[in-house]
């Protein structure tokens, strides 16, 4: 799993959706006082699928936008950034190949935190994305 975490930040990488965020890029969680915008990138799942011929895995990652932007466009760049950089992407993925990346779902939200300044809204956007690879 380390090797296709590892190919999914190569690709973030100086890419367009880096700058946009300010090269806040995270697994799993941004630190406590993060600042916006940020991305965070989460394993949801990995699914074995051999075929008697090969041994495939179908990796789902979940890519988290964050924006307290009050207007759409903060959001809707990173969005866009995020097709641009992951739909029917090839990873370079050490040990494996990878067969196909395909984006699966777009769930958009908005968020309440607490921070020292007060109760902050934020948008959120949760992309998902099927990876398969063959090992």
């Known amino acids: ?37 940020y991305v965070v990138y989460s394993i949801i799942s990995a699914v074995p699928d051999d075929n008697f011929k090969t041994d495939m895995d179908n990796i789902y990652i979940q890519f ?5 932007s009050e207007g759409a466009t903060e959001i809707t760049t990173m969005y866009n950034n ?8 090839v990873l370079t993925i050490t040990g494996s190949t990878n067969v196909m990346t ?25 992309v998902d994305y099927s990876i398969i690879v063959e090992t």
């Open 102 to 126: 395909s984006r699966e779902n777009l769930t958009t939200m908005t968020e309440e935190i607490v921070s020292t300044s007060g109760t902050q809204k934020l948008k959120h956007w949760a």
């Open 64 to 68: 988290s936008l964050f924006s307290d």
């Open 1 to 37: 799993m380390n090797n296709i975490l590892t190919a999914i930040y190569s690709k973030f990488s100086g890419s367009a959706l880096s700058s946009a965020v300010g090269g806040r890029i995270y697994l799993d969680r941004a630190p406590d006082g993060c600042q916006f915008p």
């Open 82 to 89: 995020l097709k641009t950089l992951f739909d029917n992407a």
